[in-house]
């Protein structure tokens, strides 16, 4: 994953990490991404309640693009900065930031 490698000493990337959000259900993104810190192996932790900076929802075969959606509202409301929803049959990322700005990537415009 190129964003591991380059932003590897400024953020810490989490997968299927359970999310205790404010309003029940809670949340478990594909991946979320959280500033840098120290991270204690020897702890197990079952959920955090730190909000991600952000989180990257993978679009499946058995889902729906507006469950994702809805999950972005959800996570707007808990303070997370931006989610990202990868839609790979498309090759496409969609980026939403605060007030629903959002942003589409291709393949060739990550290069």
Known sequence: ????YRYLN???LFSELDIIMPEKPDSVPDICI??????????DVIGVK????????????TQRENELVAKTKRYF????????????IFKVIVVYFRQLNVRFYR???LN
Do not use: H, Q
Request: some cysteine; hydrophobic content about 40%.
């Open 77 to 88: 409301a808990a303070e997370v900065k931006s989610c990202w929803i990868v839609l790979p």
């Open 1 to 4: 994953m190129i964003i591991g």
């Open 50 to 61: 730190e909000m991600p900076l952000t989180t990257i929802e993978i679009l499946s075969l």
């Open 34 to 43: 959280y500033p840098k810190s120290e991270i204690d192996f020897s702890e």
């Open 107 to 109: 393949r060739y415009d």
């Open 10 to 12: 400024t953020y810490n």
